[in-house]
């Protein structure tokens, strides 16, 4: 099964399939990461706030597979928006997880607690020093890559936010297309809350697949990267097994006009916390 890959706007690749390890508990992040190198993601993304980098880059040294064929992803923890402290925690994350970050992001905007414009020029220079082969933003809205268009250098290679059939997100993303920012969706499944929907139970009847399947290969369709997160290896192998077949227009409709502007998580204008 080949997962495809996608251009940044900085000519790096990443695979459009992942696997995510938030909320994996540290003592169990090991295990879950070497299960998903054995059944084939060589894409991770993990954060400094999940607690779990130093279990990802020991799973990636134990896996005997190259550094440079796995593409992982970490991101700068609220507490470290101070350019300084983004540099010297950019630079630990790195060594974490095997001397550089493929992808490194600023986890949320916190646009109510700190300037983010200058904790993004701290993110230029990792990128220069190669600390962070490519850099981006999560959770950042319109109105706050604006701010880094007119105020800042380099565009950021993604923006990694909240995107499922309850929150489709279709003009954030059609901004990021519009201004060549790769659209990752954080919680694919919302966590599960959608695996019952009934159009969705429906269109995975139709097709022999399973509900996690059908709307893991609707991102997929629409373009967006995907890291669905799960400590159960029948579940790892099941949302990797999403090439071999493809969805209809009326079934890609049929699942974006679920929408309903569900957020499962916070809402980034508003989101203001710092770990003490
Ligand atoms: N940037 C951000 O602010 C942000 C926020 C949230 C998440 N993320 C990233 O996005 C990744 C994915 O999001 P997420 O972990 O919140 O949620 P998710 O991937 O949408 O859902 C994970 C949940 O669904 C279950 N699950 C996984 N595959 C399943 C399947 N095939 N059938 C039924 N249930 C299944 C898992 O259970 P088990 O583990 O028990 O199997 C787990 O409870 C995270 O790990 C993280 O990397 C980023």
Redesign the pocket.
């Known amino acids: 099964m080949t997962v495809p890959n996608i251009t940044l706007n900085d000519g790096k690749t990443i695979p459009q399939l992942?696997?995510?390890?938030?909320?994996?508990e540290p003592e169990n992040t090991k295990e879950a990461t070497l299960t998903a190198l054995e059944v084939g993601y060589r894409h991770i993304?993990?954060?400094e706030m999940?607690g779990n980098e130093k279990e990802v880059g020991e799973a990636i040294e134990a896996s005997g597979i190259p550094r440079e064929e796995i593409f992982v992803?970490s991101?700068l923890n609220n507490g470290f928006h101070d350019p300084a402290l983004a540099a010297e925690n950019g630079k630990k994350s790195a060594d974490l997880l095997g001397g550089y970050t493929d992808l490194f992001?600023i986890?949320?905007p916190l646009p109510t607690v700190s300037d983010f414009v200058p904790t993004w020029k701290a993110m230029e220079d990792l990128y220069h020093a190669g600390t962070a082969r490519s850099i981006g933003v999560?959770?950042f809205q319109a109105h706050h890559l604006n701010r880094l268009a007119a105020e800042t250098t380099i565009t950021p290679a993604v923006n990694?936010?909240?995107v499922?059939p309850y929150l489709v997100q279709d003009e954030l993303r059609a901004y990021g297309t519009e201004h060549g920012i790769a659209t990752?969706?954080?919680?694919?499944?919302?966590?599960?809350l959608v695996?019952d929907d009934e159009t969705i139970t429906r269109i995975a009847g139709a097709t022999g697949k399973?509900?996690?399947?059908v709307v893991l290969r609707w991102h997929i369709q629409r373009g967006d990267i995907?890291?669905?997160?799960?400590?159960?290896r029948s579940?790892?192998e099941?949302?990797f097994a999403i090439f071999d077949f493809e969805l209809s227009d009326d079934d890609m409709t049929a699942i974006t006009s679920l929408d309903k502007g569900h957020r499962?998580?916070p809402d980034p204008d508003t989101f203001d916390y710092v770990p003490a």
Not at 184 to 192: D, M, V
């Open positions: 992942g696997f995510g390890v938030f909320q994996i993304d993990t954060a999940y992803t991101k992001l986890h949320w999560s959770n990694q936010i909240e499922h990752e969706a954080w919680s694919p499944i919302a966590q599960g695996l399973t509900p996690a399947q995907v890291f669905p997160k799960s400590v159960t579940r790892v099941e949302n499962t998580g």
